[in-house]
């Protein structure tokens, strides 16, 4: 007997047009990361034991346990630069925002404008404390008329949604989703080769930062064209009890383009060779997004928004400081968070986060710098075990793609 499709959160519309006036043009969504955390992690996601038959490597992050590599994270890292890997990101909060005024209220909410939304369309924004600092960094799509989905990070699922239920206005509801949807992320220069696999020659994936419901083997999922490597890739969720099927049916397809799956590690070089921000690392309560340079997810031509106050004072002041990328001038140790920035032998600044990029070959890393040095081409020290390294501040984004 046929199963009857599900639809995984009543959604409403298909993917809007890239052309739309308004439409927002990010190339980040997302929302994962790998920090070194030692809090005991009890969650398991629905592809626990997949990670562990293939051998994962599992940490505990964020209150989950997570694969952080299957075999090293370079060879993970440069799947995705050349091929196509794929991620479990079920450990992200999903939340839905829907009922009469949800757009008006999201609008006095988050920073970016939720008025350049149509049905189909996501954006990138924030959710500030009214001191203008980094409560969490998200993806919001418009999936209904007066219905949202919020994809939140896994460490601040629920905070984020105590601090939205704190504000909320009637007749407005919101619901935790979380446990009952799994996500992969699939990114790589391969990735049509793969959508074109798994959901049918004739199906398109939605457009950059859109949102779409597909037919996948009698069910439906939810289809995002985001991510966070700066590769071409596509965001999928589902039902919980859907989650291995996907997961197997993917690596299967993919075999031929030379899918892996990847961990928090790769997922961490990746994003960071691109520039994106981690929350809790890169972004903080202490943190503002103008200090942080995402001031373009923010539209303080917006009459009220929790934290506008504190921003554009901000804005009119200038940044005490500023997070800027770097790239270590010689082969030595990796930066790492907390290490202390030098410029001509005065402290100057902080790491927040740093890697040994495995496409550039060099140590990169961030840093929010005393904004009077935080200049593209400033040469500054870090400190590394007691040893000063050269660095120079350089512009996003670290890692570029060949024209070819």
């Known amino acids: 007997m046929p199963q009857r499709k599900v639809h995984p959160f009543g959604f409403q519309g298909r993917g809007g047009s890239p052309n739309r006036p308004g439409a927002i043009e990010v190339n980040r969504p997302y929302l994962c990361y790998v920090r070194r955390v030692t809090e005991t992690a009890p969650k398991r996601t629905p592809l626990y034991d997949e990670h562990v038959r293939l051998g994962a490597k599992m940490v505990p992050f ?39 005024g949800a757009r008006e209220w999201l609008n006095a909410t988050l920073t ?66 979380s446990a009952d949807f799994g996500g992969v992320a699939i990114q790589g220069p391969r990735l049509m080769e793969l959508f074109h696999a798994l959901f049918g020659k004739d199906i398109q ?9 597909l037919p996948f ?15 071409d890739g596509i965001e999928v969720f589902f039902r919980a009890t859907d989650a291995v099927k996907f997961w197997n049916a993917t690596l299967e397809k993919g075999k031929p383009f030379g899918i892996k799956p990847c961990g928090l590690g790769a997922r961490d070089t990746l994003r960071l060779e691109m520039c994106y921000p981690l929350n809790g690392s890169d972004l903080s309560p202490e943190r503002n997004p103008i200090e942080a340079g995402l001031g373009t997810f923010v539209d303080l031509t917006k009459p009220d ?62 840093a929010y710098i005393d904004a009077a040095h935080a200049k593209i081409g400033a040469e500054i020290d870090i400190e590394i075990r007691g040893q000063k390294f050269p660095a120079v501040i350089e512009k996003k984004p670290l890692y570029k793609k060949s024209a070819s």
């Open 305 to 366: 928004f929790i934290g506008r106050d504190a921003l554009l004072k901000t804005k009119e002041i200038g940044s005490r400081e500023k997070l800027v990328p770097f790239r270590m001038k010689e082969k030595g140790p990796p930066p790492r968070p907390h290490y202390a920035v030098f410029h001509n032998g005065e402290r100057v600044g902080e790491v927040t986060s740093g890697t040994l990029s495995p496409s550039l070959n060099y140590g990169v890393g961030m």
């Open 217 to 231: 083997d009698r069910t439906n999922v939810f289809v995002a064209r985001t991510g966070y490597t700066g590769e």
């Open 62 to 100: 964020a209150g989950w346990l997570m694969p952080v590599q299957y075999t090293s994270i370079v060879e993970e890292h440069q799947a995705v630069r050349n091929n196509v890997g794929i991620f479990d990101i079920s450990h992200m909060g999903q939340l839905v925002v829907e009922g009469a």
């Open 205 to 213: 994936p939605p457009p950059r930062n859109a949102i779409a419901e």
């Open 112 to 177: 970016n404008n939720i008025d350049k939304l149509a049905v189909g369309m996501g954006q990138y924004t924030f959710l500030l404390n009214a001191q203008g600092g980094t409560i969490d960094d998200l993806i919001v799509y418009q999936i209904g008329d007066q219905k949202f989905l919020l994809v939140v990070n896994a460490a601040r699922t629920e905070d984020d949604f105590a601090w939205l239920q704190k504000h909320l206005c009637a007749p407005i509801q919101i619901e935790n989703r």
